[in-house]
């Protein structure tokens, strides 16, 4: 699979700097969204297939391949989200403290990630013993189950860390994470939690979510004011027409600042679409 976008020039000049590295990491962001919302899927089922864990091995690692591919000393080469992401980050912190040498160093992060590992297993399990699925495996933690994995982010201001875990009580599933960062002069800090089913009632099940941050000022365009605190809650419904199909409504809002898979502006957040059920 690929894909592909286009935008004018003179719109992206317009924009911050910041703003301006965001759109070089915009590809790799969203494979790692598709990758985050098909492990919640296969934590809450227990299981995965196959065929799963060849589509999270091209989404969870698009990041870590597209940046360990970089030649080191290719930094100039602006024909490459990764260079010019390199490039737009020490441009911004006034430095060239970040290379294409030290990023796939920090990206090395990725493949601490225990799904990483049972997605390549299914693959081989069901090319040599013919079965679909594997089981997923759990940290028991009294009456909590839970699945940490480590992440690197490619904010605009700079690498972060992020420790994240699935975890499940009785029937309640969810996910969190801590994410931060050392960079130039600034920290940046941030924590979230999920839930897409704290509520459910036959066909309709409720969700929500929230997150915190403290970082960088992202400023837009030519303005001169920004925020170095920010929050984002929504709330998601999701109504079972089918046995395998559906529709979910997602209402939420978020302050200015970066939040993988959310716009950077202060946005008032609509979303509604269709959900289909499968395995």
């Known amino acids: 699979g690929g894909g592909s976008t286009s ?6 000049n317009q924009l911050s ?8 990491t915009a590809g790799m962001e969203a494979d790692e969204i598709l990758a985050h919302r098909l492990s919640k899927k296969i934590y809450k089922r227990g299981s995965l297939d196959y065929r799963e864990g060849i589509l999270y091995l091209m989404t969870q690692h698009d990041q870590t391949l597209y940046v360990r591919g970089v030649r080191d000393g290719d930094e100039l080469n602006s024909g490459n989200d990764v260079t010019s992401y390199i490039s737009g980050v020490n441009a911004y912190q006034g430095s060239e403290e970040l290379t294409a040498k030290n990023l796939k160093k920090r990206a090395l992060i990725n ?6 590992y ?3 297993w299914s693959w081989w399990n069901y090319a040599h013993g013919a079965e679909t699925s594997v089981d997923v495996p759990y940290l028991p933690i009294g009456d909590l189950k839970v699945l940490p994995r480590l992440r690197m982010h490619l904010a605009p201001y700079g690498t972060e860390y992020a420790v994240q875990s699935f975890g499940s009580y009785y029937d309640l599933n969810g996910f969190a994470y801590l994410r931060f960062g050392n960079n130039g002069d600034s920290n940046s800090y941030a924590v979230g939690f999920e839930s897409d089913d704290f509520w459910s009632d036959g066909e309709l099940t409720l969700g929500g ?4 941050w403290s970082q960088p ?5 030519s303005a001169t004011e920004s925020t170095k605190f920010g929050v984002h809650a929504s709330v998601r419904g999701d109504y079972q027409l089918w046995e395998d199909f559906g529709l979910f409504a997602e209402l939420g809002a978020k302050t200015r600042g970066f939040l993988p898979g959310e716009p950077l502006g202060q946005e008032v ?3 509604l679409g269709v959900f289909a059920l499968s395995y």
Do not use: H, W
């Open 217 to 221: 000022p992202i400023k837009s365009g």
């Open 209 to 212: 979510r929230m997150d915190l």
């Open 269 to 271: 957040i609509l979303r």
């Open 111 to 116: 493949y601490i990630d225990p799904l990483t």
């Open 7 to 12: 935008f004018l020039l003179s719109d992206f």
């Open 17 to 24: 700097p910041l703003e301006q590295v965001a759109v070089s």
């Open 118 to 120: 049972l997605s390549v």
